[in-house]
Structures are given as structure tokens and as C-alpha cells.
């Protein structure tokens, strides 16, 4: 089922925003929803390479739709996400995110100063 999904994304078959009911939260997901957002991305990485992959996931015309995908409002979550995505091989993904949780370390230890 994600095979089809995937390749029904990286052909336009279906609008990316469709991945707006996406949560990747640990308490979000289960081991089998892991699994076929793991086949989902490798697929889309596979057919799309990574660097058009993340192109697409950069857009800023869709970045209201991939906010449970790359989540920014904990850094728990955002640490989840990074996880998830650098352990199916696709941690190129990431920067953006880790980019993100860094500057928003930066910012907690200087209030904290």
C-alpha cells in the first residue's frame, strides 16, 4: 500500500497534501504506521533521488501540510522526527529540522542565562 501511495506521489497522481494527516509524534505512531511511512519515504527517495525528494518536502507553498511530518512545537518531537527519518536512511531530510532544534537550544540556554 505505500509503494502505491509513493508512487502515486512522485507521479502527481495525488496531491502532496494529502500528507497533512500525517503525525509523527512517538505517541502518535505505532510500529506499523512506522513501518509504512518507512516504506513511503524510501520509495519516494528511490524513484524522486534526494535531493528533488527534499526539494519537494522544502517547498514553501506545502509546509503547512508536512507540519506533523517535521514538527516544531516540542523538542522532543522534533528530535523524534530527526530520528525516524536518519534511521530509514533518509537523515538528509533532517537539516532543516536540525537546524531548527538547534536554534531553539540556543535560544532556551540564553534564557536560562
Request: glycine letters at 4%; hydrophobic letters at 40%; a negative charge.
Amino acid at each position: 500500500m505505500a509503494k502505491m501511495f509513493a508512487h502515486l506521489l512522485y507521479n502527481d497522481a495525488i496531491d502532496w497534501r494529502v500528507l497533512e494527516c500525517i503525525d509523527i509524534r512517538q505517541e502518535m505512531t505505532t510500529s506499523s504506521s512506522r513501518i509504512f511511512l518507512k516504506i513511503l519515504f524510501q520509495e519516494l527517495s528511490e524513484n524522486m533521488g534526494m535531493e528533488k525528494l527534499n526539494k519537494k518536502l522544502q517547498d514553501p507553498e506545502l509546509q503547512e501540510y508536512f507540519t506533523g511530518l517535521f514538527p516544531k512545537d516540542h523538542p522532543k518531537n522534533i528530535r523524534f522526527a530527526i530520528n525516524f527519518f536518519t534511521l530509514i536512511g533518509l537523515g538528509g531530510i533532517t537539516v532543516a529540522m536540525r537546524n531548527y532544534l538547534e536554534e531553539l537550544q540556543t535560544q532556551q540556554q540564553q534564557q536560562q542565562l
